[in-house]
């Protein structure tokens, strides 16, 4: 039998330069470099490499064989590295006290890159949750810079976030640094306005994302009275930056926007991918739009809430126009976690529940398989909507028990065992031809918090794979299991 032609993609054409290759290991982990004062992190997808001094970033990917520059990822975290590094200095007087020779490599290769940063630009970047190397490197590389840090580091966030936009090169960032603090606002994309510096210095550093900066410019280029409306608050939490969106800026009242700001829930991550509030905001205006009515403005959330349910009732009261079921669920299901198969079973839940789930739109995204819901009876009545992400794996989007309120500790523990279980029978192969989904015991969700951290990193776009040279790095993974997904090295402590 004559073989098959070999392939356009594997094939270079006459003159062409040859093609890179980048064979992937079947290991993960961590590695450091002495000589360099590099720390690898890789796994079976990619390699990613940072330096120390100068502060630096290359990665290479399955998709990107050769090496690249990068600004590094957002969720390598300073605040890890000094958490690790303690958590290592522990190790090491636990093994002297017991005359034992210390272990774990891979927190002995992050604790020696950690050795070699500067203090300085660490004490000032430790406390930032993301983005935090990226900012790292422009006080390192442009020390001008740090005297902006030191009184208002939002801004110094808004001039990394910056740089790595516009493509500036140090040297320009550090002129910029000598010019008035209005001048420098109005180079990041803000107004050239006093009360813009007085309210970055007013952004809690456990808000601070160049995602989140990056809305708050783009929304202030769309409505030039925002400024108005966000001065006298006394901080921009995480759950304000959540809904300065310019799509919906001109239906908030003033009012919603202090209550957003001063509620404490809203000031720490979101147990799922959206504040309540958000979540809200974002489904009422989409259903109110759904219905051709005319979105108010929203003075109060008490105002929001009442919206929300008429908009809910509404829509559990509005038979559905299509029954085609969706497609069969994406993770498996369990005795107490199960999918929702067709429009009139969200229409149920939502009327049993009290949410949105009748709305049209989440039916879109079940058609679209993007987006799935599932019910769950134990150990208390919830709805959760689970998301895919781009690589495959996916994520808790909206979580909530009856009338949209958060879910108890225990609850979200259990889901997100399930997700984790879940994500790694998706790895396994079930999806792929080999059968029906499985159904998940109770032996399945027998992991511990530890574990359920790392479950969370995996589903992160932080992914690594070894160099060719492995045997220059003092420290290398276990190999990873083959029936299960390649999870990422967790810097920050569990």
């Given amino acids: 039998m004559p073989s098959a032609p070999p392939s356009r993609a594997t094939t270079p054409g006459p003159g062409s330069p040859p093609q890179a290759t980048f064979s992937t290991p079947n290991r993960n982990g961590v590695g450091f470099n002495d000589e360099k004062g590099s720390l ?3 796994s079976t997808r990619s390699i990613r490499t940072y330096r120390a001094a100068p502060p630096m970033c290359w990665f290479k990917s399955l998709a990107h064989p050769r090496w690249r520059g990068s600004h590094g990822t957002s969720n390598f975290s300073i605040g890890g590295l000094v958490d690790t590094s303690l958590r290592y200095r522990a ?3 636990t093994a002297a006290w017991r005359d034992e ?46 005297d902006i840090a030191r009184d208002n580091v939002a801004l110094a966030m808004l001039m990394a ?56 410019v783009r929304t202030a280029n769309t409505a030039p009275d925002l400024i108005t409306h966000l001065r006298h608050l006394p901080q921009l939490s995480r759950g304000l930056f959540a809904v300065l969106d310019p799509a919906w800026i001109g239906h908030l009242d003033p009012n ?30 989409r259903m109110q739009r759904a219905a051709n009515l005319p979105v108010p403005l929203i003075r109060s959330m008490a105002h929001l809430d009442q919206l929300h349910d008429e908009a809910v009732t509404r829509a559990v009261n509005t038979a559905p126009s299509r029954n085609r079921p969706f497609g069969p669920p994406p993770l498996p299901e369990s005795a107490h976690i199960v999918g929702l198969r067709t429009p009139a079973a969200l229409q149920e839940e939502a009327d049993l529940q009290r949410n949105c789930l009748a709305a ?42 009856r009338f949209n309120a958060e ?18 029978a998706l790895a396994s192969g079930w999806r792929a031809g080999l059968g029906d989904a499985p159904q998940l015991t109770d032996a399945d969700f027998s992991l511990g918090l530890e574990e359920l951290a790392e479950a969370d990193g995996w589903t992160s776009p932080w992914f690594c794979a070894p160099p060719h040279s492995v045997s220059r790095h003092q420290s290398v993974a276990q190999p990873a299991a083959p029936d299960r997904p390649v999870l990422r090295v967790e810097v920050t402590s569990t």
């Avoid at 406390?127 to 810079?145: F, G, T």
């Avoid at 493509?167 to 010019?179: E, I, V």
């Avoid at 926007?257 to 979101?270: N, S, T, V």
């Fill in 161 to 216: 976030h910056q740089r790595r936009m516009s493509g500036q090169r140090f040297p320009q960032m550090a002129r910029l640094a000598r010019r008035k603090r209005t001048e420098i606002v109005a180079a990041c994309g803000l107004p050239a306005q006093k009360q813009w510096v007085r309210l970055l210095g007013r952004v809690p550093v456990e808000a601070l994302s160049t995602h989140n900066l990056f809305r708050l």
């Fill in 360 to 401: 049209r739109f989440w039916a879109d995204d079940c058609y679209a398989e993007t987006t799935y819901i599932y019910r769950v009876t134990a150990p208390q009545r919830a709805s959760v909507a689970i998301r895919r992400l781009p690589h495959g794996a996916w994520i808790v989007y909206e979580f909530k028990t």
């Fill in 40 to 42: 690898t992190l890789f």
């Fill in 101 to 146: 020779p210390p272990r774990r490599p891979q927190l002995r290769a992050i604790s020696a890159f950690y050795e070699r940063l500067d203090r300085e630009a660490v004490r000032l970047t430790q406390r930032i949750s993301r983005d935090s190397w990226l900012l790292y490197c422009l006080l390192v590389r442009a020390p001008e810079v740090r």
């Fill in 256 to 285: 919603l926007l202090r209550e957003i700001a001063a509620d404490p829930g809203q000031q720490r991550p979101p147990m799922q991918q959206r504040y309540r509030t958000e979540g809200l905001l974002h489904d009422t205006i």
């Fill in 407 to 424: 879910p108890e500790a225990e609850t979200v523990r259990a889901v997100r065992r399930w997700l984790r279980a879940g994500n790694q």
């Fill in 91 to 93: 190790h090491v007087e």
